[in-house]
Each structure stands twice: as structure tokens, then as C-alpha cells.
């Protein structure tokens, strides 16, 4: 199902917005400050019951072992170390483009981040502090 943001709502976790690089823009609109940005690198050891090791550090090798959706990878993640080892996980932050210094803390789901960069752009707007960026992605 497509949440209000246009976004799956059976992929919310940070672990389905990874690349291998440790920073990705996972989503930005185009009229608004904020953007989401997918950081960290995600590093999972799942352990198949053939007991071969598979190193997880994107989404696309999550995809193609099976593990689509945020229902499956906690069903793994209850397994224990032994067949499903998060070494490290990824995470979304809100940035923006016209104050380079800002960083949220942490946030959890996707949908959240959005929710949150959203009201950060609609506080600025009703302030009257929102500015031109400085920086544009395309």
C-alpha cells in the first residue's frame, strides 16, 4: 500500500533506502527546504540454513534474498545473531538546503522523516525565514 507520501508502507525502514555508499538522498521535493537523507552504512551477516554467510550492505541484495519488506526483515531480525547479525544499520536525517549546518537527530521511518522535513519547510514558510537554497539537486 502507498502511504499519503507516496511511499510503501511495508518499506518504512531505513534498510530499504541503502546504497553502499553511507549517504543517499531518499527523498526531496522540489519548493521544499528539507530533504531526507538515508546516512549510514548498513551492514547485516544473515546466516541461510544452507549456514552459507550472506553480507548484506544494500537493498538490492536484501531484495533478491527474499527480505522485502519491514514485516520480513524483523521476522529475521527475532532470529538472533546466529542466523540474522546487524553489524551496523542505516538511518534517515532531515538536511537542509539553505542552512548547511542543520542535521536532525536520527530518525526511524521514512515516512517520519518526510513528515518532519515537511513541517520544518511549513514552520520557515509561516515564519517568513525561509530563504533561497544555496545548494540544488537534481
Known amino acids: 500500500m502507498i502511504t499519503k507520501y507516496g511511499t510503501d508502507s511495508e518499506r518504512q525502514d531505513s534498510c530499504f533506502y541503502a546504497d553502499g555508499s553511507g549517504s543517499m538522498v531518499a527523498w526531496s521535493m522540489e519548493g521544499c527546504d ?5 546516512s549510514g552504512v548498513m551492514d547485516i551477516r544473515y546466516t541461510d540454513p544452507d549456514g552459507n554467510e550472506h553480507i548484506i550492505y ?4 536484501l531484495d533478491k534474498l527474499g527480505f522485502d519488506t519491514d514485516f520480513k526483515v524483523g521476522k529475521m531480525s527475532d532470529k538472533g545473531e546466529e542466523v540474522w547479525s546487524w553489524v551496523n544499520n542505516n538511518w534517515f536525517e532531515v538536511y537542509s538546503d539553505t542552512d548547511l549546518d542543520f542535521c536532525s537527530e536520527p530518525i526511524d521511518t521514512i515516512d517520519s522523516a518526510i513528515d518532519y ?3 520544518l519547510d511549513k514552520e520557515a514558510v509561516k515564519s517568513g525565514s525561509k530563504q533561497e537554497p544555496d545548494i540544488i539537486y537534481g
Not at 58 to 61: A, I, K, S, V
Open 34 to 38: 528539507y530533504y531526507v537523507v538515508a
Open 58 to 61: 544494500d537493498t538490492g541484495t
Open 117 to 119: 522535513a515537511l513541517r
